[in-house]
């Protein structure tokens, strides 16, 4: 192990996940749509066309609220938020984090970190599930139409799978949810599990979420679905024409010997950093799919947070992110390694 290595990659690590939290914050700092308009929303007020506000109805308040009184309002709303130098406002927000204080939901009235851990376990369930299935489904076939190049299996998976990519995940969500869920009614068409069973590790409730996770899972299979064929098809038509494998098939090894052991091998080390990364990139969740389907993952909640300007909540989806890609990215530097010696850092 080198460490020099290993400390360099953890200091880039820190310094990215540092820098994608200030830009995140001055983009939200200076955003038009702020949570004060949501703490309006809630009180029943509405912006008036003279700079004012008016009561709707079934307010609290009554009347009509001039631009000063607005004002007001706004600046009293105003002191609850952390304001001024956003350097120091992200020292002390990472300062926060590291101590477990990631803030109150602006929305829920809940703990940050609470809703993030109750709705992350759903999410990564899901996606890492369809990543994985698409990844080792995708390496075979990518393989398959290799071999088979130029024939009609060949012609009719590529064309397939450019078609199929084309078409956005959030229409397959919609069809899936329409012809499964509505028309068959074989599949929930919201929720993570039944509300007649008890969470716990019992097979009524295990049944129930796989049952409620089948289609979203099956939608993100479907939608990314030969993306990692594609990307295998060319590896492998890369490597058939190197010169080892034509020195393995003149020493007379078994074709499944030098698919396997040799194409196979080498063809897949360009998707290895693509894979772990992507698995980083499941904890943001799939916004449509888990839209769609009102799965309660983290997309939803990221959704719930952006339409109503809950920053904090915002702020810690992102952060959560940001450190899976980051983590992601280090192991799969780390590992690379054991798979391919020819980059071992010595």
Same mark, same amino acid.
């Given at each position: #192990?080198?460490?020099?290595y290993l400390a360099r990659?953890?200091?880039?690590?820190?310094?990215?996940?540092?820098?994608?939290?200030?830009?995140?914050?001055?983009?939200?700092?200076?955003? &038009? /749509?702020?949570?004060?308009?949501?703490?309006?929303?809630?009180?029943?007020?509405?912006?008036?066309?003279?700079?004012?506000?008016?009561?709707?109805?079934?307010s609290l308040l009554s009347? @009509?609220?001039?631009?000063?009184?607005?004002?007001?309002?706004?600046?009293?709303?105003?002191?609850?938020?952390?304001?001024?130098?956003?350097?120091?406002?992200?020292?002390?927000?990472?300062?926060? %984090?590291?101590?477990?204080?990631?803030?109150? =939901?602006?929305?829920?009235?809940?703990?940050?970190?609470?809703?993030?851990?109750?709705?992350?376990?759903?999410?990564?369930?899901?996606?890492?599930?369809?990543?994985?299935?698409?990844? *080792?489904?995708?390496?075979?076939?990518?393989?398959?139409?290799?071999?088979?190049?130029?024939?009609?299996?060949?012609?009719?998976?590529?064309?397939?799978?450019?078609?199929?990519?084309?078409?956005?995940?959030?229409?397959? +969500? $919609?069809?899936?949810?329409?012809?499964?869920?509505?028309?068959?009614?074989?599949? &929930?068409?919201?929720?993570?599990?039944?509300?007649?069973? @008890?969470?716990?590790?019992?097979?009524?409730? %295990? /049944?129930?979420?796989?049952?409620?996770?089948?289609?979203?899972? *099956?939608?993100?299979?479907?939608?990314? *679905?030969?993306?990692?064929?594609?990307? #295998?098809?060319?590896?492998?038509?890369?490597?058939?024409?190197?010169?080892?494998?034509?020195?393995?098939?003149?020493?007379?090894?078994?074709?499944?010997?030098?698919?396997?052991?040799?194409?196979?091998?080498?063809?897949?080390?360009?998707?290895? @950093?693509?894979?772990?990364? =992507?698995?980083?990139?499941?904890? +943001?969740?799939?916004? *449509?799919?888990?839209?769609?389907? $009102?799965?309660?993952?983290?997309? =939803?909640?990221?959704?719930?947070?952006?339409?109503?300007?809950?920053?904090?909540?915002? #702020?810690? %989806?992102?952060? %959560?992110?940001?450190? $899976?890609?980051?983590? !992601? #990215?280090?192991?799969?530097?780390?590992?690379?390694?054991?798979?391919?010696?020819?980059?071992?850092? !010595?």
């Amino acid at each position: #192990m080198n460490w020099k290595y290993l400390a360099r990659r953890i200091g880039i690590a820190i310094s990215t996940i540092f820098f994608v939290l200030l830009l995140t914050y001055i983009l939200f700092e200076y955003s &038009p /749509l702020k949570p004060i308009d949501y703490l309006l929303n809630q009180l029943g007020l509405v912006p008036t066309q003279g700079g004012g506000l008016v009561a709707s109805r079934g307010s609290l308040l009554s009347g @009509t609220l001039s631009q000063q009184q607005y004002e007001q309002i706004v600046a009293y709303l105003e002191t609850f938020l952390p304001h001024g130098n956003p350097v120091i406002n992200v020292l002390k927000y990472i300062y926060n %984090i590291l101590r477990g204080n990631w803030g109150i =939901s602006l929305i829920y009235i809940e703990p940050v970190t609470l809703l993030i851990g109750s709705a992350l376990p759903w999410t990564l369930f899901v996606v890492a599930t369809a990543n994985i299935l698409n990844f *080792f489904i995708g390496v075979y076939l990518g393989q398959l139409m290799a071999y088979n190049r130029g024939k009609k299996l060949d012609q009719v998976l590529t064309q397939f799978i450019t078609v199929k990519r084309a078409i956005p995940v959030y229409i397959y +969500a $919609a069809l899936f949810l329409m012809f499964f869920g509505f028309y068959l009614r074989i599949v &929930p068409t919201s929720g993570a599990y039944g509300v007649n069973v @008890t969470p716990g590790l019992n097979l009524p409730f %295990i /049944l129930s979420v796989l049952h409620h996770a089948a289609m979203p899972i *099956f939608t993100l299979f479907f939608a990314t *679905f030969g993306g990692w064929a594609l990307a #295998m098809r060319g590896n492998v038509i890369s490597q058939l024409g190197e010169d080892y494998v034509t020195y393995a098939e003149a020493r007379g090894l078994p074709s499944s010997y030098i698919r396997s052991r040799y194409v196979g091998r080498n063809a897949i080390l360009p998707l290895y @950093t693509s894979l772990i990364i =992507s698995i980083g990139f499941s904890f +943001a969740g799939s916004v *449509f799919v888990e839209q769609t389907f $009102a799965y309660p993952g983290v997309g =939803s909640l990221y959704v719930s947070s952006l339409t109503n300007s809950d920053w904090l909540l915002a #702020m810690g %989806i992102l952060f %959560i992110i940001v450190v $899976a890609i980051a983590v !992601g #990215m280090i192991v799969a530097d780390l590992t690379y390694s054991l798979i391919d010696p020819r980059v071992r850092v !010595g």
